[in-house]
């Protein structure tokens, strides 16, 4: 394994530790695209890869901040909260009212207000989630697997893959520390993904997101949250989780996104790979976000500050808002991984499942029972071209069964 900083210093160390699957907000989306099966074979993955993270993490004992509990859609914005509604209803229609997967709940203003502390929101929607230090729970795997044979290489940054010239089913790693050769190579590169391979440039392409560690204000409650947070409005969101009991930093909050609320809708950060920078209007919105969202009842800022830590970490996107996953097209023992869509916590584990099923030669019915067919690399997918992110601006044609 070649890491090109140190272990897990990219965006999987970098991210919220969000275990939240969301499922319904591209239910509908996914229904007219794909069809039923397909949609409902998604929502499911999502759902039964968020379990197992946690699931992984207490059977190998794997010290990473591992909290299960439930989570919170605050909706701002009315096509959002109609969107809602129709796909929530559509989830249950199609997965059936008792699938784990389709087990969401809706509060009106009010009961929102009393509940999550938070006004002028349309509702909310609360269904299961967790969060989980994503560095540390790689790190753990990390070390499972150098226990078990794992060539980890940090440090080694890769220039170029190219066809070894003496075997046509090899591969020339090249790094500044020499030439690897390989029988077979696997991309798990996610936003950085064309800069090896650039068939892919403009398929999968990369998004710096924007992060921060803040204590909250004096007014919030003493005992901490009980729930992560989603923030919706017409054309974004902000997702929020809390530093679980036990942990360091325990009650600290940690935001993301907000890319939106920049000029030109932070159009600026999509093709963005530079993590060691960060926009400042961006940052300035994402450490005032939680105050705003809480407003009286966050209070004073904490004595030693709101802000503990703030910075970036680059994500990976693809038109259609799938992951790229199986063997490249016709190039013979070139593997891919990538594309996440800033969801890994709920997509990379099975995702991973999924490929050495895939290289083990064992692609059969009972896999395509689970794996979904949108997630496969395929000559198809390297066609359709990134035109904007997914799943964010509330669709209000959608033509469904009866609303609820």
């Known amino acids: ?73 605050i909706i701002y914005d009315q096509g959002q909260w109609i969107q809602a509604k129709k796909a929530v209803f559509e989830i249950k229609r199609i997965l059936g009212d008792d699938d784990p997967a389709a087990q969401y709940k809706f509060h009106n203003s009010s009961q929102t207000k009393e509940k999550y502390l938070v006004s002028d929101a349309l509702g909310a929607v609360s269904y299961e989630a967790g969060s989980i230090s994503a560095y540390k729970f790689v790190i753990g795997i990390l070390e ?35 030439c690897v050769r390989a029988e077979r190579v696997v991309m798990a590169t996610n936003g950085y993904t064309a800069y090896l ?27 901490g949250l009980k729930t992560t947070y989603s923030f919706i409005y017409g054309n974004g969101y902000e997702y929020m989780t809390f530093r679980p009991a036990g942990s360091k930093f325990a009650g600290d909050l940690v935001i993301g996104g907000c890319s939106t609320k920049a000029p030109k809708e932070g159009l600026y950060e999509w093709g963005t790979t ?13 450490r005032d976000s939680a105050a705003e969202y ?50 890994g916590m709920i997509l990379c584990l099975h995702t991973a499942q999924a490929l050495i099923t895939m290289i083990n030669g064992q692609d059969d019915a009972h896999f395509n029972e689970w794996f979904p067919q949108p997630y496969r690399m395929s000559e198809d997918r390297l066609k359709q071209k990134f035109k904007g992110r997914l799943h964010e601006k509330a669709p209000m044609d959608f033509k469904g069964h009866s609303q609820p």
């Open 1 to 73: 394994m070649l890491e090109a900083r140190t272990a897990c210093s990219g965006a999987t160390g970098r991210n919220g530790g969000h275990t939240k699957a969301a499922s319904y907000r591209a239910f509908l989306d996914n229904v007219r695209d794909q069809g039923e099966m397909e949609a409902a074979k998604i929502a499911r993955f999502e759902y039964n890869c968020m379990k197992a993270v946690h699931a992984f993490a207490r059977q190998h004992s794997l010290d990473c901040d591992s909290w299960e509990g439930d989570t919170v859609d």
């Open 144 to 178: 499972l697997a150098l226990k078990g044979g794992l060539n980890l290489q940090t440090e080694t940054l890769v220039s170029s893959i190219t066809r070894s010239g003496s075997d046509r089913h090899g591969w020339v790693v090249e790094t500044p520390r020499g």
């Open 197 to 223: 391979y650039p068939p892919v440039r403009g398929i999968i392409v990369p998004l710096r997101g924007t992060v921060a560690a803040q204590r909250p204000g004096c007014g919030m409650p003493e005992e």
């Open 274 to 286: 530079d993590d060691t920078t960060m926009d400042p209007e961006i940052g300035q919105y994402v």
């Open 294 to 343: 809480f407003g009286p009842q966050w209070g004073e800022d904490h004595p030693e500050g709101r802000t503990r830590k703030q910075w970036t970490g680059i994500m990976g996107y693809s038109s259609q808002g799938f992951p790229l996953v199986g063997p490249v097209p016709g190039e013979p023992n070139l593997w891919i991984a990538a594309s996440f869509q800033g969801s």
